[in-house]
């Protein structure tokens, strides 16, 4: 047991069963993998590669390695790779219970940083965002990253990490881990700007951090993600309760699934118009709102449009009554004659046809619309 403890190996999700001790043979079945996922030319796919490492040198650490904002398509990539990229990274970083590592070189202008500008997106209070500065070693002759790491210039709240990794000349020398921190310690150790920190830099302090933050990160979000699973749990409890003495064989379950949907969507339809649905549009008017608008300020505005020519309307009352009269002396009097009347004011109604026609369409489409969206819920 002792023996199978000391042995470092690794698994793979999508090789069930099989360890590998050698870890370049770990590295080979990532790149097959990728291939196999993603196509030979530089594809991308948001389906995760899992792999579970092993070892008494390590600490407890879950994490997602991400790809790099890639600007200009290469190989067989679309043209929109970049924003694919952007989702694909947003996809995992939104996420409250997710703690993001920032990862920027230090031979790059900080204010420039990718990594940066998408963890102040979804954290722009900074409490889940970790800064790690790499290259350190290959910045210009005279330049540093003092300032940055000691949280001066874009501070972060929870700091920036300095790490040194090996170089691809260093990987295709099969330089292993060991010797990469050694030189890395040294490299720390050695540099004027740095060794004040030494202690706080570096791969092996990044785990610790790691292991430290992401336990309190835990511990701080697991009450709320408890509660929120309880509460999930007493609803799908309460619903399976409800369908309990459900039977799939029962002739008459889509009667009543039916007659269930159309009450739902009566009530719904009715809150909708009525102004006392469970969502509230905050965008536009919509509903019983809108239909009120239209009675209210559209309609008369259209009548106010409504061209009216008083002169005219008094020379037709005119016409109107001495017509009624015929031979017969017009006589004055306080009323007007009915048929004069009627005769007037069916030519004026007529007048409102359109103003009426317009605000029925209005109302009528407005009440589609109502419709559609209780079916949606429905």
Do not use: W
């Not at 150790?189 to 302090?205: E, F, W």
């Not at 990160?217 to 309880?230: G, N, V, W, Y």
């Not at 009216?308 to 006589?331: D, M, P, T």
């Amino acid at each position: 047991l002792l023996l199978i403890f000391l042995t470092e190996y690794a698994e793979f999700l999508h090789c069930k069963g099989k360890k590998f001790t050698d870890f370049d043979e770990v590295r080979q079945e990532i790149e097959v993998e990728t291939d196999r996922v993603t196509g030979m030319n530089k594809g991308i796919s948001s389906v995760p590669i899992n792999l579970r490492v092993y070892s008494p040198h390590v600490l407890s650490l879950t994490l997602i390695d991400l790809p790099g904002i890639t600007k200009v398509p290469v190989g067989d990539q679309p043209p929109d790779i970049e924003q694919q990229i952007r989702d694909m990274i947003m996809q995992f970083i939104s996420r409250e219970n997710c703690l993001i590592l920032a990862v920027t070189p230090a031979n790059t202008d900080l204010a420039n940083s990718d990594a940066l500008k998408l963890a102040k997106e979804v954290d722009p209070q900074g409490l889940r965002t970790i800064g790690v500065i790499t290259k350190l070693d290959l910045m210009d002759e005279g330049t540093d990253a003092r300032e940055v790491l000691e949280n001066k210039l874009l501070p972060l709240r929870r700091g920036y990490i300095g790490v040194v990794n090996r170089s691809q000349k260093d990987i295709d020398g099969k330089k292993d881990i060991k010797a990469a921190l050694l030189a890395e310690r040294k490299f720390f150790l050695s540099h004027p700007s740095y060794r004040h920190m030494a202690d706080r830099m570096g791969t092996p302090y990044l785990q610790k951090v790691l292991n430290q933050q992401l336990t309190n990160h835990i511990r701080d979000t697991l009450p709320a993600f408890r509660s929120k699973l309880q509460s999930q749990l007493l609803s799908i409890e309460h619903e399976v309760e409800v369908y309990k003495n459900f039977r799939p064989e029962d002739p008459t379950r889509k009667t009543k699934a039916l007659l269930q949907m159309v009450q739902q969507f009566s009530v719904d339809f009715e809150k909708r118009i009525e102004g006392s649905g469970d969502q509230v549009d905050t965008l536009e008017l919509s509903g019983g709102a809108k239909i009120n608008r239209i009675f209210h300020e559209r309609f008369p505005f259209e009548l106010v449009k409504m061209e009216f020519n008083e002169k005219e309307l008094r020379r037709e009352i005119s016409y109107a009554i001495k017509n009624i009269h015929g031979i017969r002396q017009v006589l004055p009097c306080l009323f007007t004659p009915d048929m004069a009347f009627e005769a007037i004011v069916k030519k004026q109604i007529v007048k409102l046809k359109g103003p009426c026609l317009k605000s029925v369409d209005l109302v009528m489409q407005e009440l589609i619309n109502t419709v559609k969206k209780c079916t949606k819920k429905v």
